[in-house]
């Protein structure tokens, strides 16, 4: 099922300034890599290049390529929506549906793709609940509006939503920076039970959170002010805690700036 | 007028500093000049709610018996000559609402449409002009949005004056509307939402239609009631494209089709006590209708899932 | 609704990047229907312009009279004769007469709504100004004329007893309520909610701590307003009373059946307190003799007028509007 991610010079674009520059890198199967660096270095950009939503913004395009296991994500004959199905996104904020009750949430991904057949939504719902750590607390209550729940229900609810459409692999993008430290925890809990199953890339601020989920670490930073961003260093997540190669990493590990 | 009072009290400088205030002493002509222009903003709005008032005590006082009589509501004016009481205005309703229907049925369409074009899909020029035009038709004139669909469908392509032609002229001036109210209400949907759609794998059209305009659906709603309002009451294009008849009439593309507007203005000339009793009572009529409209408009606003 | 817009400046504007979708038939048909729309209501606008000016050039070739500096209103026969300067002053006369009371005034309620009524009141009182606005024209006009045009009559006459000996309110023995000066003032309660709610937006706009910075620096109210909310809200206001005259200047039913038509070979008078005809009212008055090409094309020259005029303050408001913009942005 999980697949694995090789980046290949990448280069990316908000129409004529460059974003970022150069990426490189493997994110293998079922593990966590954690992309950190200071705010506006590229990170989430990074990540929205791989499941193709850096375009929706517009004049947002990219140069290099990014395969997931044999297939290139860019080549001109991939239909990005396909992509965006095999690739699911957590985002920052919390962002249930407001139209739709907590069922229909975790449905809408299937249901708005065509499957009608209401067996098998239900099935999928209840699983992707569960997968959420989320049923036990809401199976009562399905048909009630998803904006109801708290912050952290709300998005184990978009997890569970994500992972509806049964993807490959998992982004997240800061999925905690909105969360109460209790709620934080239960996520980071849920991803150390969803990387068995999924690739996950996920986007942090919190670096004691990057030690605690990641098998794999990034670290971007910007050249200079008004220079793309870049990945500065990647590998497993111990080592660059412990003993990064690059005096940037050390610098901002250990707090200097950022 | 007390509850404004508490404001600059609290704006002396504090802590018994005597720093003068950046304005001078509070001195009497200060104060004089701040309650002179409190008890005017008051007497503005008193001013402005007179008319409002007005027009709908008198409407109310010379047109309300009319409605109370059941033949109001069920008969037409066929047969009744202006010196006659009687007669209802059921013609006049009935026109009203089968051309503000068919008004909404054209314009609502083209107006969400555009409405999504500007937001969703329009960029650059051509985005630019519509967004333009459509101010411009906001502007238009309704006599003008009339003699045009005359000059259209009567000089150029010879057909008749018929209650499609006025359909016609008030779908121009219900669409800027629509377009407008739309137009913010989908701008209020947050892109959290359309980016959560995308990252689903749904695609874009679906996305609008299932997600973005579903959120602001009461929201829009309002905007077609109130759209629907403004149109109702209108009547330059009827005297030029829809002339009045006494009897019922359904057929939209043959003969003529009596509006609320155009019985009002047929008898307004009339010094008969019967003619005038019923163009009371078709004003009365015809505002509550618009009036209702607007009520609706606003109750279905107040469960809009995104706020401005 | 105010006739507002924004395409390109918004930094809220929502996705759509070109590869939002892709080249899926449903996305296809969908985009296509959008735009389309889009293209519908240019070519729409276009076509009013181009329809009107292609009816009216026939006749206007055909005019023995000056167009736009002739009194005269012979439309049909074999010699037409027919000019707008008496409705461009009919016009113009009423529409300003509206502005100069309903901007005032509008401003005012505004202020009154956003600074002064007490929360409990703020609400509902902009829905009641509302309302004027769902009151139909023919309505205002009927009105006007059977209720309240009879306590115009003693204005009337005491301002022509104190300043009659100004052409502007000679008294030309017209009934009080079918005056230019009356209509205007009907005109004025009509573009009302107009101005109010336009003035209101933006003066609820200010921001907090302008307003806060002058009270701190201890101006009442009345100085807090001076110096925070109106220069704030002055663009705003401009285009307020622009949308409202764009509307004054094309309202029918009600100056229609208000105002007494001058004889056509009436004197010329400047006095507001004159009938006349304005451009709106006066293609009304014709809609039941629309029978030939000729006349109908007098007619409809009068209305291309209209369209051009209403067109040029319309498009100005926006540039106002769309200015402001860039400086609160």
Known sequence: MAKRIDVKDLDIYYGDFKAVEGVTMTVEPRSVTAFIGPSGCGKSTVLRTLNRMHEVIPGGRVEGSVMLDDQDLYASSMDPVAVRRTVGMVFQRPNPFPTMSIRDNVAAGLRLNGVKKKSVLDEVVEQSLRGANLWTEVKDRLDKPGAGLSGGQQQRLCIARAIAVNPQVLLMDEPCSALDPISTLAIEDLINDLKSEYTIVIVTHNMQQAARVSDQTAFFNLKATGEPGRLVEIGETQRIFSNPTEKATEDYISGRFG | ?308 | ?329
């Open chain 3, 1 to 329: 609704m105010t006739g507002r817009s924004t395409v390109d400046e918004d930094p809220r504007h929502p996705l759509g990047g070109d590869r939002a979708s892709t080249g899926r038939l449903g996305d296809r048909i969908f985009g296509g229907l959008a735009t389309t729309s889009g293209i519908l209501i240019v070519v729409l606008v276009t076509l009013v312009g181009v329809f009107l000016l292609w009816q009216a050039v026939p006749s206007l070739l055909k005019n023995e009279a000056n167009f736009l500096l002739s009194r005269e209103w012979s439309p049909s026969g074999a010699n037409p004769r027919f000019g707008i300067l008496e409705l461009a002053w009919g016009t113009l006369i009423t529409s300003v007469i509206a502005m100069i009371i309903a901007v005032p005034l509008g401003v005012a309620v505004a202020l009154f709504i956003t600074q002064y009524a007490p929360p409990w009141l703020s609400k509902p009182a902009a829905s009641t100004i509302d309302l004027l606005a769902a009151v139909p024209s023919i309505v205002y006009g009927f009105w006007g004329l059977n209720i309240a045009g009879q306590y115009f009559q003693p204005v009337l006459s005491g301002i022509d007893g104190a300043l009659g000996w100004l052409p502007v309110f000679e008294d030309q023995g017209t009934s009080a309520k079918s005056t230019l000066a009356f209509a205007g003032m009907i005109l004025a309660i009509m573009i009302l909610p107009i101005v109010t709610a336009i003035s209101r937006e933006v003066f609820a706009q200010v921001p907090t701590t302008h307003k806060e910075g002058a009270l701190a620096l201890g101006a009442t109210r009345w100085e807090m307003i001076r110096v925070a909310v109106l220069p704030y809200g002055k663009p705003g206001v401009i285009s307020a009373a622009m949308l409202g005259l764009g509307r004054a200047l094309g309202e029918t039913l009600a100056v229609l059946i208000l105002l007494s038509t001058l004889s056509a070979n009436a004197d010329w008078s400047f006095s507001i307190f004159n009938g006349g005809s304005t451009f709106a009212s006066r293609i009304a008055q014709g809609a039941g003799e629309f029978d030939t090409p000729q006349k109908t094309g007098a007619y409809i020259a009068a209305g291309l007028v209209l369209f051009v005029v209403t067109f040029v303050v319309n498009a100005t408001a926006r540039i106002v509007i769309d200015r402001r913009k860039a400086f609160t942005e």
């Open chain 2, 1 to 308: 007028m007390s509850s404004a009072q508490v404001d600059h009290a609290a704006a002396p400088p504090a802590a018994g500093v005597p720093t003068p205030s950046a304005f001078g002493e509070k001195s009497g002509g200060r104060a004089v000049k701040d309650v002179t222009a409190r008890v005017v903003m008051w007497l503005a709005f008193g001013i402005a709610v007179v008319p409002l008032v007005w027009i709908l005590g008198s409407t109310l006082v010379k047109g309300g018996h009319m409605l109370v009589d059941s033949v109001w509501w069920t008969n037409s004016q066929s047969g009744i000559t202006s010196r006659r009481v009687g007669g209802g205005a059921v013609h006049a309703i009935q026109g009203t609402l089968i051309q503000a229907a068919v008004t909404a049925a054209m314009s609502v369409p083209v107006g969400v449409l555009t409405a999504v074009y500007l937001v969703e899909y329009g960029r650059g020029r051509l985005a630019r002009t519509v967004s333009f035009m459509v101010d411009i038709l906001t502007g238009i004139p309704s006599i003008v949005a009339g003699l045009f669909i005359y000059a259209l469908w009567v000089t150029t392509l010879g057909f008749q004056r018929v209650a499609f032609a006025v359909t016609l002229a008030l779908a121009m001036l219900m669409i800027p509307t629509i377009v407008r109210s739309t137009e913010e209400m989908l701008k209020l949907v947050p892109n959290e939402l359309r980016e959560a759609s995308y990252a689903l794998g749904v695609p874009k059209w679906k996305t609008i239609m299932k997600i973005v305009v579903p959120t602001a659906f009461s929201g829009i709603v309002t905007g077609v009631l109130l759209g629907l309002a403004r149109v109702m009451g209108e009547t330059a294009p009827l005297i030029i494209l829809g002339p009045y008849t006494k009897v019922i009439a359904t057929d939209l593309f043959d003969g003529l089709m009596a509006t609320l507007p155009t019985m009002i203005n047929q008898d307004r000339t009339e010094a008969l006590q019967p003619a005038l009793d019923r163009v009371w009572g078709a004003s009365l009529t015809l505002i509550l209708l618009v009036f209702m409209l607007n009520l609706l408009g606003r109750f279905v606003g107040r469960f809009s899932k995104v706020k401005g």
